[in-house]
């Protein structure tokens, strides 16, 4: 909401300065969002008129002007060389005299008015457009003035150019203050300064025509008033003092019945319509739409109504959406002769989230879906009719005012205990009396208790807690004490046996991943191709079309992230992301949440793509792939144990996907994006991704105590011929289940597979290197022990995985 200071003052004008009174709207819950001036500093401009213009001697676009300055021109008019379109004789114009100081221009310095020459001709000052008075970007001209303004005024007295505007961020319960009258019966209740408020009487009634008008929706339109101008001039100009009001309030000027209708909508709140009457058919409806219904807008676009949609109607067609916009079909025009003006009250819930669904918004809709106040339709009608009448002429019918279904206003009943203790601070009931006095509402008392009967412009006072909000926010919150907390404040005390989710942050951060926060809701497509989800969450009220769904993986919105860094030629991409999912799944593991059979766990998801290593000399560049991103998980989770088994995942590639298994349960899933997304999602090589729970990845070992070793271990070295089918991990777990304890660690160092058959490996065979640690803790290791050990080892290989000793 903008506005004018000296609009606001016109209404209420209280002894404080602009700085005092936007810090007071601000404390009182009207956030003023933006002060800035209206016009720029300059000075030594006034007004002149152009007495005499003749051709330049020497420059076909340039003018010499006689300009009249008043008092500024003690030795007659003064000479000013001039190449504006519009510099003619009669006119009255801003003039810059010498030594003025104009506004700085692109480089940030001020304009000084020096006597100089130009052509050869002296020019004693400056004629100015509104663009180089910084006041709009108009630069098609001088700026013309009234022709009544005084000659030698000071130009920013004379267009009131010492104003600032107020920018408010306005709560959506605040509907009250969608006006300048509401903002000023604000600042009233606020300081005490009484409203210049004036009765607005009724226009004089000239013909007796009317034009029907049937509610068949009373669930849609509780009250709509309405009257015919006859005779209405609408070529007629739009006074420069509402041309002005209304571009302080970020409006242009359309038409002179268009302005009217604007500025009794930011002046009381009020949106309205005017009818161009002959293009309606017959009389009006006001109902719900019906399916098969279009209409062509005022903004040109052309809309589908149905059931839920309120129009206004006439015997042909719908020609208005009801509380939103009017229709192009009836809107008025230079043709126009007779209108019929209309204002109702819309019932708010009738109005709330139809713009969205033609994806546009009104200033209209902005205040009809937070209420407007439903007993003023007939007042506003009559100050519109006036102004029209002021301005475009025409002849006033009579008011038809239809109440089918008016708001109720229930009495909220507010306890003055009740308030102190929801305050903070003691309160009494002469203080909530006089708050409510102020505001205007309407109350009775009983002991350490008060009723109010809210008025009709007050949508917001539902209940009780709205009454205590009423209380402090006119008392003022700056005169809450400063009172410490009771509760203490008590760290929190992480178990040893968990790390929060900003370690592991910083795990991966150590890992050369970079964080990415992504939104929650993704294309539907994501979810059918990357998580094989075929029934994905539908979002009710999507941000955008393409947002439709929740995520049940994090995998699409890191490849999305990744295609992004691609389009601007990022190379090298490791990013990871720890945010919830959303599954159909009533059940629920710890740390999750779950609505309504929603499951929403937390996971921790990555991807690399590019080259494994920064570019550097000492390396030679080669594609991350599977192992890279092996080793940043078994880094990620040590010291625990992780277990790598091959998987079959929608995303993932088929030979190149693992689950991975830490204490005996799955943790997620690590592999590299299947050839067929990497194809649909256009990118130019294969990413590797992980995604894991995150409750699994954040619990740790809590370190144990063990002896250290008295005796030194022994080493032996085994080359075993196993399949191409046999895995390391089930060698290894093989070798290492030594019923004796011996074996305390495996590690692999080698891998054979000769290019052509050998004597001692057959077709589909392998030979591995294994390194054996062996070492008991009480005793030492004697010869006889360890070959033992080792030949146990090499047969519960042979038996487990049929491996055999190689030579």
């Known amino acids: 909401m903008q506005f004018p200071e000296s609009w606001l003052r016109a209404f209420c004008n209280p002894p404080i300065g602009t700085t005092e009174l936007a810090d007071l709207l601000t404390m009182a819950g009207l956030e003023v969002e933006e002060l800035r001036p209206f016009a720029p500093a300059f000075t030594g401009v006034v007004v002149g008129e152009i007495v005499e213009a003749e051709q330049h001697p020497n420059a076909d676009r340039l003018r010499v002007c006689r300009v009249d300055a008043g008092p500024h021109s003690k030795d007659g008019p003064l000479q000013i060389v001039c190449g504006a379109p519009n510099a003619r004789v009669g006119i009255r114009v801003p003039l810059a005299l010498v030594g003025a100081e104009l506004p700085p221009g692109d480089d940030g310095k001020p304009f000084r008015i020096a006597l100089g020459k130009l052509r050869g001709v002296e020019s004693q000052g400056m004629l100015c457009s509104a663009r180089e008075l910084k006041l709009s970007d108009d630069h098609g001209g001088l700026l013309e003035l009234a022709a009544d303004a005084p000659l030698g005024a000071d130009i920013r007295a004379h267009l009131a150019l010492d104003d600032t505007l107020f920018t408010l961020k306005l709560t959506p319960n605040l509907a009250h203050c969608l006006s300048v009258h509401g903002i000023a019966r604000e600042v009233s209740a606020l300081t005490g300064t009484p409203m210049a408020v004036e009765a607005i009487p009724p226009v004089p009634v000239r013909h007796d025509q009317r034009l029907p008008v049937r509610i068949e929706a009373p669930d849609l339109c509780g009250r709509f008033s309405g009257r015919i101008v006859r005779n209405v001039d609408t070529r007629a100009k739009t006074p420069a003092w509402m041309v002005e009001r209304l571009a302080r309030c970020g409006q242009r000027s359309v038409t002179a019945l268009v302005d009217i209708s604007n500025y009794v909508m930011f002046e009381f709140g009020r949106p309205s319509h005017i009818f161009d009457l002959d293009k309606i058919h017959e009389h009006l409806e006001v109902r719900w739409g019906r399916p098969g219904e279009s209409l062509k807008l005022l903004n040109g676009t052309t809309v589908e109504v149905d059931a839920q949609v309120g129009v206004i109607a006439d015997a042909q067609a719908v020609e208005s959406l009801a509380g939103i916009m009017g229709g192009d079909a009836t809107a008025v025009s230079d043709d126009t002769r007779h209108v019929y003006v209309e204002a109702a009250f819309w019932w708010p819930q009738a109005i709330a989230g139809r713009s969205r669904r033609f994806n546009f918004s009104t200033d209209a809709g902005h205040r009809f879906e937070r209420g407007v106040d439903p007993a003023q339709t007939v007042e506003h009608i009559e100050r519109i009719t006036q102004l029209i009448i002021d301005i475009c002429g025409g ?83 700056d005169k809450l004490p400063l009172t410490a907390p009771v509760a203490p404040v008590t760290a929190r005390t992480r178990v040893e046996s968990q790390r929060g989710a900003f370690a592991v942050r910083h795990a991966l951060a150590g890992l050369d991943y970079q964080e990415t926060i992504n939104f929650s809701f993704v294309e539907a497509r994501w979810e059918h191709e990357l998580a094989g989800n075929a029934d994905p969450i539908q979002v009710l009220n999507p941000i955008a079309a393409p947002l439709s769904v929740m995520r049940s993986s994090l995998i699409g919105s890191l490849v999305q992230v990744l295609r992004h860094n691609l389009a601007r030629k990022t190379h090298r991409v490791r990013v990871f992301e720890i945010g919830r999912v959303a599954r159909r799944d009533a059940s629920v593991v710890a740390g999750d949440i779950s609505v309504d059979g929603v499951s929403q766990p937390m996971r921790v998801g990555g991807l690399a793509y590019g080259s494994a290593d920064p570019a550097q000399w000492g390396l030679r560049e080669r594609q991350v792939d599977f192992f890279d991103l092996k080793g940043d998980l078994e880094a990620l989770l040590a010291p625990r144990q992780v277990r790598f088994e091959p998987v079959q995942h929608p995303a993932l590639h088929p030979g190149r996907c693992a689950q991975l298994w830490v204490d005996g349960q799955p943790a997620g899933v690590v592999g590299e994006l299947h050839p067929r997304w990497r194809q649909g999602y256009e990118l130019p090589h294969a990413p590797v991704v992980f995604e894991l729970d995150l409750g699994v990845v954040c619990l740790r070992d809590v370190p144990a105590f063990q002896p250290i070793a008295r005796h030194q271990p022994s080493w032996r070295d085994l080359a075993l011929v196993v399949g ?75 038996t487990r995985v049929g491996a055999r000793l190689r030579g």
């Open 395 to 477: 002849e006033a019918g009579p008011m038809d005012d239809q109440q089918v279904r008016m708001p109720e206003r229930p009495p909220v009943a507010m306890r003055v205990a009740r308030a102190a203790k929801v305050i903070g601070m003691p309160v009494t009931q002469a203080d909530c009396a006089q708050v409510f006095q102020r505001l205007g509402l309407s109350f009775t008392e009983e002991p350490g208790r008060l009723v109010v009967t809210p008025p009709s412009w007050r949508f917001d006072l539902q209940i009780e807690e709205d009454l205590i909000e009423e209380v402090i926010r006119i008392i003022g919150y």
């Open 724 to 798: 191409e089918a046999t895995t390391h991990d089930a060698l290894t777990a093989a070798l290492r289940d030594d019923p004796m304890g011996l074996v305390r660690d495996t590690t692999l160092f080698d891998v054979y597979r000769p290019a052509s058959a050998v004597a001692d490996l057959g077709a589909g065979e392998r030979s591995l290197a294994v390194r054996l640690e062996l070492l008991d803790l009480e005793a030492t290791l004697t010869d006889e022990r360890i070959e033992a050990a080792v030949a146990a080892a090499i047969d519960r290989a042979k």
